[in-house]
Structures are given as structure tokens and as C-alpha cells.
């Protein structure tokens, strides 16, 4: 009653109303201000000069409240030139005026008394979100959750079937990424060799380029921010910068005399960074020119390298259990301690949260964007002599995956932590795994067995068919396809 009273400009009622509705009587006052000042413009708008007058007198100034506010709506009397209220000819705009004077009654009233505005579709929608956020499989953005039962996905959209293997490097597999893009993946191996394999429209992976140059393993890769170039970092070597559209190296950085371990590009992408085996970091320009360094305990030989999100601080462990956020612009310094030594870390994709690969063969992820604090710990893996990288992915990075020496890929459940699959199919330690961040149904996984698998849905329940490429049919074993090349090099 007291809405539909204000809304049809009922003033006498509504403030009455509003001491039958259970407010203190400061409440009641500031409420009376707001909806009289209301009375008050609209009369003026009607050039009832004297009414509005006899309202500010009688009605407004003995509220005794707001007399900086008394004292404009005085000067619009004395000078109607001057009127700044947002009242315009006609009723919807009058109307209009008089919704926005709820929306500011429903902020001073308390829920109790007003309830806010859509409040049951908020309620609806939280609703929706607590039984997404509970379901332990939910990887798929089609379909719409219903609330007329509870909502409950099977496993059915979580990459699990090899779909592809990947058979070109020579030995060990022991990095890879896909492009911030999901257009590309890039893995790197003992051989020396970096391969870059394109993600077809038809979900296919090719082998695009291989690239040779380093002298040494390429223990770690970065995709540059716009996904044309690609970083490589040789184990204590260099680091080399690639074109992806045409495989030719750009140019290769160097320090005399030292190694470099680790790489990661600005934000910009017009600059990189680089861990040194003197623990120091370096800043380059794209040409090769250092452009500074930072000295000091700043990094280790563990490759990972990163940045945060608002690209203003470098994430580096700089001692065996200890990580360092270094504001590389002011040089201040934040540290993440652990209670084990770290072996690698992950980003998230918005870059807010550290996923912790540790000794003990625990994970652990951080909130980085602000102040830091562990949000959860996962365990399940097997991890005692090799470097195991673990990532975040799935439809909203709802699901943490690992590697394992055990021959195995681990996939929790991010919220609940809940270990949901291990994935079965390599015959040797899995190194490192990836999610494509375009693709929540393709994870890629990189092993000691010298193959990489990629991970997709039962192909059954896929739309289209399982590839087009000839060098691929030929090789068909229950729906995995191998690949020895076949794309350019």
C-alpha cells in the first residue's frame, strides 16, 4: 500500500503510512524528507508556487533534518531558473521520477520492511548458482538449469577418452601449453625440440612446425599475449622467441657467462622477463636489449615463471618453499611460504589465483589477488623424483588437473576438492597437463611414454565426425587417432 501510495503521488498517506510500518522515528524523518522533497518538486513543476511554498514550511523545514538540502529547494522558489530536479512534463516522466523515489526509500528502509527490489529473482538465481557450483562434473554451458529438481551432471562432459596421440617427439615429453587462444598447443621434449600443433575446426590436432635451435631440453614455454609468438626457454640456456604463422625464430636472448631458466612476457607483450641461474631477473626489450635486472634472491632454477593480473607484479619462487611477488615496477616485495619445497606453479586463467605443486605431493591454491591466503589443498597424485606441472581448467576453471608419476591424469573438483577422475591410457610418468581455455571438453596431457594424448568427450556423444585429415583415418584404434606428422614443418 505505502509503494502504490507513493507511486501515485499519495504524499499525506504515504508519510502517515510510514508510522504504521515499524521505523524509528530518525527513520521515519529521513524517509518524510525524501518523499515531501518529491511533493515539493512536483508541485513547483506545476507552477503551484504557493503550495509548494506552504510545503516546505509546514512540512519539510519542522523535520528538522538535511538544511543544506532545505536551503536549495528554498532558492528554486526564489529563483525557478535555477531548478535542478529531474521532473519533466508528462506523467510517465513523472512517473519515472517517482520509481527512482522508491529505489532511493528501499535503500534507507530496511529488507524487512521493503523488500529490494527483483530480491526473488536474486534469491532464484543464487539458487541456480549454488547447484552449478555443487555439482561436481558441471563442464558444459548448454541447456539451462531448472530448479524443479535438483541439478546433477554425469561425467559425461569432462574430457576423458584419448581421442588423439601425439607421437612426434623423440623422448621424453616435459612441458606443454595451449595458446591463451585454445588455437594452438606447444610442447617441448629431451629431443631439443618445441612443436607447435594447430586445433583444427573440426577438433583435430596437426602438427603445424617443429622447431630446432636449442641446444639444450626447453624445459619451459609462454605464449605471447596476442597468441602470434611463442617464448622457449632451454634448460639453463636461452631463450628463443618464434613466429607461430611462420615457424622462423625471431630472436634468440642471451647473458654471457649465465643461464637463463625461465620466461614470461608484459602484458603488453612488448617486453619479456627472464629468470637467471645468478637468481637474478632480467626485463628485455624485444630485440635483445636488457633493460634491466634485478639482482638478488629473486628466483631459482624451477622454470615457472608469471605475472598478475594488473601486470604489476613477477611470481617467482625464489627459495625452495617460499614464493616471491615482485612489484617489478616499484620493487616491493610479497611472499607466499610453504611448509614443503615448491616444484612448480600454475596461474589461473585471470591470473587471481597460484596453483602450488609440492614436495610432499600436496597442490595448493592461493588467492593472489590482493591479500594472499591458501583456499584449498588437493591430494591424490603420485609425486617423489619428477617435475609434475598440475593447471586449472574445465568451463569457468572449475576443476584442477595433474600430472602423476603413476602413469596417470588426477581431476579434482575445484570447489569441494573432491578427486572426480584419474584418466588411464599413458605408459610412463605424466609431466604436465593443459586445459584448452577455449575448449573445456579438450585437455592435453604430456608424458614420459614420449607421447602427448589428447583428452575429449566419448565420441559417441560428439557432434561430427572424428577428424578429416587422411594421415589420421588411416590410423584409427577404437577411436584414437595417432599422429606421426602429417602438417608442416
Known sequence: ?????????QWDKSVSMLHKIGLDETMI????????????????????VMDAL?????????????????????SYIISPSKNLFDVSHGKESIFRSRKKLLEELQKLLPPTVMIPEERLVHLVEQAVLLQKDACKFHNSSVGKLSLLADHKCGGGDIPSHTLQILEEHNDEVWFLQFSHNGKYLASSSGDCLVIIWEVMADGQVSLKHKLSGHQKPVSYIS???????????????AIKRWDIASGEC??????????????????????????????????????????KCWRGQKTTMIADIGMTADGKELVTVCKETVILLFGWETESE?????????????????????????????????????????VAKYKGHKRTR??????????????????????????????????ILTLAGHTAAVNCVSWNPANPYMLASASDDRTIRIWGL????????????????????????????????
Open 223 to 237: 605464449w605471447s599475449p596476442d597468441n602470434d609468438q611463442l617464448l622457449t626457454c632451454g634448460v639453463e640456456e
Open 250 to 291: 625471431l630472436h634468440t636472448y642471451e647473458k654471457r657467462g649465465l643461464g637463463l631458466v625461465s620466461c614470461t612476457w608484459a602484458p603488453d607483450g612488448k617486453s619479456i622477463f627472464s629468470g637467471v641461474s645468478d637468481k637474478s631477473i632480467s626485463m628485455w626489450d624485444l630485440e635483445g636489449k636488457e633493460l
Open 334 to 374: 610479497k611472499t607466499i611460504v610453504e611448509d614443503h619445497p615448491i616444484i612448480s606453479f600454475a596461474l589461473s586463467e585471470d591470473k587471481k589465483f597460484l596453483l602450488v605443486s609440492l614436495l610432499n605431493g600436496e597442490l595448493h591454491v592461493w588467492n593472489i589477488d590482493g591479500c594472499t591466503r591458501l
Open 458 to 489: 566419448n565420441q559417441v556423444n560428439m557432434n561430427g565426425s572424428r577428424g578429416q585429415n587422411s594421415h589420421n583415418n588411416n590410423n584409427n584404434n577404437n577411436g584414437v587417432n595417432y599422429c606421426n606428422g602429417g602438417g608442416g614443418t
Open 54 to 74: 506552504k510545503t516546505l514550511r509546514t512540512e519539510i523545514i519542522p523535520l528538522s533534518i538535511n538544511d543544506e538540502r532545505v536551503r536549495v529547494l528554498s
Open 29 to 48: 524523518k529521513s524517509a518524510s524528507f525524501i518523499i515531501l522533497e518529491q511533493k515539493f518538486l512536483e508541485l513547483l513543476e506545476g507552477e503551484k
Open 1 to 9: 500500500m505505502f509503494m502504490r501510495q507513493t507511486l501515485e503521488g
Open 386 to 419: 619428477f617435475v609434475v606441472r598440475s593447471c586449472f581448467g574445465g568451463l569457468e576453471q572449475a576443476f584442477i588437473a595433474s600430472g602423476s608419476e603413476d602413469s596417470q591424469v588426477y581431476i579434482w573438483h575445484r570447489l569441494s576438492k573432491e578427486l
